[in-house]
């Protein structure tokens, strides 16, 4: 788990981006580490918390994070905080102040593109934040570069007065590749918080004065970005095609064309753009190669480097690769594009599900029953309620957006929607990260919402991290437990409108949505069922299905739990002439944590704890699932 | 010319493809070889597609294998084979846990599970070695071990020696769970005795 804290100087070790810049900041002397969990960034802080010697925590937001590594720079020492893509829109609130305040220890953000969304609700690219909030963006390709570019970033940060941007992609955060190890933690400390409001008060007449000095910065950065040794070139003996490249592109682009001239950016913003038009100047054609947006591109198109292509050429969205690289190139001199490559089966797709005797199991086959619902949605592993078999979710916007939709739809709603109840899906995480207003602000407006906190205790979708609602820290220790009924009575929703629920029990839940979506006022249903993944959860021995009894309904299907599989089907006509498709079922008891769902449903009452099963050969109940095996 | 290794190991989330794909990079990391290794497993813990890549040689660049350049691809669900048997050479090597999981949207009936996936897998014509890895598994008490019995199967097509990866496994634990060492080393001589007669068979 942790090769690289482990590491000694002159060790040379196999690490994710992620481990490589945890080591980084650890090494830099940094006092305060935060972040809140987010896909590909969120093991960065996970590592942190295995060095003692260091303050890390989950915060609540991002934009906390990005404060709380603020108020450790104002008292003289380093903070640090990582987050993906997303997470810096959350933040970017006090990136934008904090950019004239400037710093004191050294602040170093690490912000994660998701390219290719492999887990996200967008994508974008990150690079752009250094022109918008006057910041310098480093840009590491791999591991090495990450461990090296962090080290580098907290320095940067103190010579110039600035927060630094480590702008990392996926392939960076999750890519392992071998770093060797040259540096043991620093002492770091500039000495105590000094008092100075025409510096960190930030009131217009104050802002103002600051101004000049962040533009006096910029200037300074960018002579900075022409002879940083991150931005440099390299020759080639094929000069058919000269590249500009930055991040793990460069990679891509000296496997797919070892031979030819590139300019690999590593310091990313601002842009080095009187050597990198020297370097187009030299040959006749010159790719930028560069994710995801044509931000290099344009700036050289402005400056009047006329023999550049970029996107004209390569997709204007996810990831780049050699392939993609080699046929962009292709296009771009005019040669064929060939192929000899064999072609790709179709196959049925497997996307993401939710994990076997999961707790959101129940209230989706609820919502999933309910008729004449919207059902404003939010981030997080319930999002894959939108999916088969459910289908019980109609948007997804951004963290804590279920709240301000489904109040936005009630009263917006035409004579279309008028018989139409408003449900918002939130997860406790989630809730606590950006809901809680948005809740806040349906009781204050008196919107008729009906919401369903789903608290799982455990950031799920990232892994189960730990979060106030579950009381435990990022180092697991036991910390201060949020209590959800009284949250949500505090921020104003009656007392008899706040209903928990076990979501195990199916009856129940459907019960209480239909009671609580016929009450025109703000209600709160509350799960509590722990996550599958996470150690609270206690499973139970495996059920298995009487297969001499089951009759086919498939209604076990419906929950969606992924143990149940089909066995065989049969086309039978029913006494009206009408056609009836059966599915008859098995359970795979070695994944089974027995947590009864599938047994609501099924009409005849066939699936039993395989501990009842008289002909057992072997105990297979011991087998551990498949779901924590990684 | 550098010689560079590249290995996909595929799967489904949970299965253990990034454990052994991590196996896999560090057997080469302790021959002091240039090691990358890389995934797609978005939401890898709720049951989607994993893929995971190594790569291993003298200089390794791109994280990332060029489909239709994989040494070797090691799957670990028969019909994940199919889906990803193009990113082999025209002679690489597959190795193929050959049991069935089928998703919920298969299991709903809203897509069908390959009939033939094997026959079109062996059809390509390279050397194939498909069993079911899970069966092993199940039978020495532990599904987990699926990972195990696979990189006993891989252990033939590499370009070190069977007991250098098997060290790398044992060694894991052998400190903090010593019971599971004997354990692991019949899981991975089961998997490298049934992939070794089929792909003995083919060549």
């Given at each position: ?15 994710s ?56 720079s ?9 987050m ?50 006057h ?33 990392l992609t ?14 043991e ?72 064309f070892?031979?030819?001239p ?7 913003w ?85 994990c076997?005797a999961?707790p ?14 919207h ?39 035409g ?39 789903l608290?799982?205790r ?54 209480t ?28 021995g ?45 359970i795979?008891t070695s994944?089974c ?17 395989l ?8 105990d ?7 779901g924590?095996?990684? | ?6 290995i ?25 070889h240039?090691?990358?290794?890389t995934?797609v ?25 060029i ?20 990113w082999?050479?025209?002679d ?13 949207v ?43 019995v696979m ?8 370009p070190?020696?069977?007991e250098?990866?098997?060290e ?23 998997g ?12």
């Amino acid at each position: 788990m942790a090769a690289a804290q482990q590491a000694q100087i002159g060790q040379k070790v196999l690490v994710s981006g992620n481990e490589a810049i945890a080591r980084a900041v650890w090494e830099a002397g940094t006092k305060v580490a935060a972040a809140y969990p987010g896909t590909p960034a969120t093991e960065i802080l996970e590592y942190l918390g295995l060095y003692s010697d260091i303050y890390s925590e989950w915060s609540v937001n991002e934009k906390v994070s990005l404060e709380v590594a603020i108020g450790a720079s104002l008292v003289g020492s380093r903070g640090f905080c990582a987050m993906k893509h997303v997470g810096l829109n959350v933040a970017s609130d006090a990136l934008m102040t904090l950019t004239l305040t400037g710093v004191h220890g050294g602040l170093v953000i690490a912000v994660a593109d998701d390219v290719g969304l492999s887990s996200s609700q967008n994508e974008q690219d990150s690079r752009f934040w250094g022109r918008f909030a006057h910041v310098p963006i480093l840009e590491p390709a791999d591991s090495q570069e990450a461990y090296d570019m962090t080290r580098m970033a907290f320095e940067l940060s103190e010579q110039f007065n600035t927060p630094v941007i480590v702008r990392l992609t996926t392939r960076v955060c999750h890519v392992k590749t071998t770093i060797a190890i040259y540096g043991e933690r620093e002492a770091f400390s500039l000495g105590g918080f000094a008092k100075d409001p025409a510096r960190w008060v930030m009131v217009p007449t104050v802002a103002r004065t600051r101004l000049p000095f962040q533009a006096k910065r910029d200037l300074k950065l960018a002579q900075y970005s022409e002879t940083n040794p991150l931005n440099f070139s390299l020759s080639g003996v094929d000069e058919s095609v000269a590249f500009i490249t930055s991040g793990p592109a460069f990679m891509h682009v000296q496997e797919a064309f070892p031979q030819s001239p590139v300019f690999k950016i590593g310091y990313s913003w601002p842009i080095p753009i009187s050597a990198l038009k020297n370097f187009a100047s030299q040959y006749e054609k010159v790719l930028v190669v560069e994710e995801t947006e044509a931000l290099v591109e344009t700036e050289l198109k402005a400056a009047g480097v006329e023999n550049i292509s970029g996107k004209d050429v390569l997709p204007l969205h996810g990831e780049l690769t050699p392939d993609v690289i080699k046929y962009g190139v292709a296009k771009l001199i005019g040669a064929p594009i060939t192929s000899n490559l064999i072609p790709a089966q179709q196959v049925f797709p497997r996307p993401p599900t939710m994990c076997v005797a999961c707790p959101h199991l129940g209230p989706y086959f609820a919502l999933a029953s309910m008729r004449n619902i919207h059902i404003a949605g939010d981030i997080g592993c319930y999002t894959l309620g939108a999916g088969q078999p459910w289908n019980a979710l109609d948007t997804c916007i951004s963290m804590g957006a279920s709240m301000g939709v489904a109040l936005g739809m009630d009263k917006g709603r035409g004579p279309e929607d008028e018989n139409k109840a408003m449900v918002a899906v939130i997860g406790d995480s989630t809730f606590l990260h950006m809901g809680m207003q948005g809740l806040l602000n349906i009781t204050y407006n008196q919107g008729n919402v009906t919401i369903l906190l789903l608290d799982n205790r455990a950031v799920g979708m990232t892994g189960g991290q730990n979060n106030p609602g579950n009381g435990m820290n990022l180092q697991g220790e036991q910390t201060n437990r949020v209590d959800f009924a009284k949250l949500v009575e505090a921020l104003g929703v009656a007392p008899e409108r706040i209903r928990k629920v076990n979501a195990y029990e199916l009856p129940v839940v459907l019960k209480t949505l239909r009671e609580e979506t016929k009450i025109k006022q703000p209600s709160v249903v509350i799960t509590g069922n722990p996550c599958v993944l996470v150690d609270a959860y206690q499973p139970k021995g495996p059920l298995y299905v009487m297969e001499n009894d089951c009759n086919g309904c498939g209604n076990c299907l419906d929950t969606g739990c992924p143990a149940i599989s089909v066995t065989r089907r049969e086309t039978v006509v029913k006494p009206n002439g009408r056609e009836k498709k059966l599915a008859f079922v098995t359970i795979d008891t070695s994944v089974c944590t027995g947590c009864g769902l599938c047994t609501k449903p099924c009409a005849p009452d066939c699936i039993q704890p395989l501990s009842l099963r008289g002909d057992l050969s072997k105990d297979v109940s011991t087998s551990p699932s498949l779901g924590d095996s990684q | 010319m550098n010689e560079v290794t590249n290995i996909m190991v595929v799967g489904i989330g949970g299965q253990g493809v990034m454990t052994a794909a991590e196996i896999l990079a560090d057997a080469a990391l302790r021959l002091d070889h240039d090691v990358k290794k890389t995934e797609v497993a978005g939401m890898a813990q709720r049951g989607g597609v994993v893929t995971s890549q190594v790569r291993f040689g003298a200089c390794v660049k791109s994280p990332v294998i060029i489909e239709g350049q994989a040494d070797v691809l090691l799957s670990f669900e028969q019909a994940e084979a199919l889906r990803w048997q193009h990113w082999l050479k025209a002679d690489g090597v597959l190795l193929v846990n050959d049991n069935q999981l089928a998703p919920p949207v298969v299991n709903l009936g809203l897509f069908d599970y390959p009939e033939n996936a094997l026959a079109a897998l062996h059809s390509g014509g390279r050397p194939m070695s498909a069993f079911n890895a899970t069966a092993i598994a199940l039978e020495l008490g532990n599904v987990k071990l699926v990972n195990t019995v696979m990189l006993g199967a891989v252990a033939e097509a590499l370009p070190f020696s069977a007991e250098h990866l098997l060290e790398g496994i044992v060694s894991r634990f052998r400190q903090s769970k010593p019971h599971l060492v004997a354990l692991n080393e019949r899981a991975f001589n089961l998997g490298r005795a049934a992939s070794a007669s089929q792909l003995a068979r083919v060549s």
